[in-house]
């Protein structure tokens, strides 16, 4: 009785022990060498801390730049042209976001406060636009 042979096609891949062995060593090797690609596989849960908003500028700045994106999800309707091109800080607590659109630049300012339990609120948003010459 014969038995139907397996092809190359049908086999299912198996590395031999030398080359696991190599691709384990190059996975420690690159997560020990590389701390950027580690604190990146961190993952951001520890990172959106209300508590981190008011430990720095940087991490305040971050906070609330999620507070104008998740705004700008909620409540911006154009999203037919090129999206976010520009966020610029204008004055303490105050940002700007240009938004792309065809023949003109959408002109978003927000002020922005940290409330005492670390959070971030949105004081005020006005639009402006900003036409394109031809």
């Known amino acids: 009785m ?4 397996r092809t190359a096609m049908n086999r299912s891949p198996m590395l031999s022990l030398p080359v696991r062995l190599v691709v ?5 090797s690159s997560a ?3 701390p950027a690609v580690t604190a990146a596989q961190k993952g ?3 990172m959106n801390s209300k508590a981190d908003c008011g430990k720095n500028a940087l991490e305040l700045s971050r906070c ?3 507070a104008i994106v998740a705004d700008l999800s909620a409540t911006y309707t154009h999203v037919g042209g ?3 091109t520009d966020i610029k800080m204008v004055a303490t607590n105050t940002f700007t976001v240009s938004i792309s659109q065809e023949e003109r630049v959408d002109l978003i300012t927000y002020a922005l406060k940290l409330k005492p339990d670390g959070s971030v609120e949105i004081v005020s948003r006005s639009e402006d ?3 394109r010459g031809r």
């Open 32 to 34: 020990v060498i590389c």
């Open 2 to 5: 014969n038995h139907p042979t």
């Open 129 to 131: 636009t900003k036409r």
């Open 44 to 46: 951001t849960s520890a």
């Open 24 to 28: 384990a060593l190059l996975c420690l």
């Open 82 to 84: 090129g999206g976010i």
């Open 64 to 66: 609330m730049i999620e």
